[in-house]
């Protein structure tokens, strides 16, 4: 028997919603998913299920090892820009990475901290190739692996070099902390407007 006080919605996959009635009959993300569709009747609409820390965590674990040790993403995880495996947690996209590596030290990671690959594959969710790091020795290691040029010679071999998404959050905490921006725009080889404009958001504003 349906219970009176559930969500009647069915999705396109055939489950049917198990959240409590919220308003006009629908659970709350039903009725806003309505609102958002200019009333459109919500039965049928694609479902986004909810993946709880523990599931994520059970997923990169079941990955199996390649030769090198490294657990590489085999299409489980969605991939940001950058190549890192990212999962929606409580409405807020993650990278796994971090979810991994926090279970690892039994504790969250700081806002300003990273989850650093020490085999160099963004891919990997292997806890063994994590570490914990600050926005600058992230930028160190990225430097030190060749995938930052510094400096003039990065203004000299590649004058437009991009800046990626990886890097913003990276800016933005080496700004925030103090660091002057002419010595931000010296290790990332661009301008030092364009590094502005990254830190005041009004460039990237939608990367965290």
Same mark, same amino acid.
């Given at each position: 028997?349906? @219970?009176? +006080?559930?969500?009647? /919605?069915?999705?396109?996959?055939? /489950?049917?919603?198990?959240?409590?009635?919220?308003?006009? $009959?629908?659970?709350? %993300?039903?009725?806003?998913?309505?609102?958002?569709?200019? $009333?459109?009747?919500?039965?049928?609409?694609?479902?986004?299920?909810?993946?709880?820390?523990?599931?994520?965590?059970?997923?990169?674990?079941?990955? %199996?090892? !390649?030769?090198?040790?490294?657990?590489?993403? @085999?299409?489980?995880?969605?991939? @940001?820009?950058?190549?890192?495996?990212?999962?929606?947690? &409580?409405?807020?996209?993650?990278?796994?990475?971090?979810?991994?590596?926090?279970?690892?030290? $039994?504790?969250?990671?700081?806002?300003?901290?990273?989850?650093?690959?020490?085999?160099?594959?963004?891919?990997?969710? !292997?806890?063994?190739?994590?570490?914990?790091?600050?926005?600058?020795? !992230?930028?160190?290691?990225?430097?030190?692996?060749?995938?930052? %040029?510094?400096?003039?010679?990065?203004?000299?071999?590649? %004058?437009?070099?991009?800046?990626?998404?990886?890097?913003?959050?990276?800016?933005?905490?080496?700004?925030? $902390?103090?660091?002057? &921006?002419?010595?931000?725009?010296? &290790?990332?080889? /661009? +301008? &030092?407007?364009?590094?502005?404009?990254?830190? !005041?958001?009004?460039?990237?504003?939608?990367?965290?």
């Amino acid at each position: 028997m349906t @219970d009176a +006080s559930t969500c009647p /919605v069915v999705f396109a996959d055939g /489950v049917k919603c198990s959240r409590r009635i919220a308003r006009r $009959g629908w659970c709350h %993300p039903c009725a806003t998913w309505q609102d958002r569709h200019g $009333g459109l009747d919500p039965n049928g609409r694609r479902s986004v299920p909810k993946r709880a820390r523990a599931e994520v965590l059970a997923a990169a674990l079941a990955i %199996p090892p !390649n030769a090198e040790g490294c657990r590489i993403n @085999d299409g489980r995880f969605a991939a @940001d820009a950058d190549g890192y495996p990212t999962v929606k947690i &409580q409405r807020r996209m993650t990278r796994v990475t971090r979810l991994v590596l926090e279970d690892k030290l $039994g504790r969250p990671l700081g806002v300003d901290m990273f989850a650093c690959h020490r085999c160099d594959n963004p891919a990997c969710v !292997n806890s063994g190739c994590l570490w914990e790091g600050d926005a600058a020795a !992230n930028l160190h290691d990225s430097m030190a692996k060749g995938r930052k %040029p510094t400096g003039a010679v990065a203004s000299r071999s590649k %004058p437009t070099l991009k800046i990626e998404d990886a890097d913003v959050p990276v800016i933005r905490a080496l700004a925030a $902390g103090g660091t002057p &921006q002419k010595v931000i725009t010296a &290790q990332f080889g /661009v +301008s &030092q407007p364009r590094i502005s404009r990254i830190v !005041n958001r009004k460039r990237r504003a939608w990367v965290e």
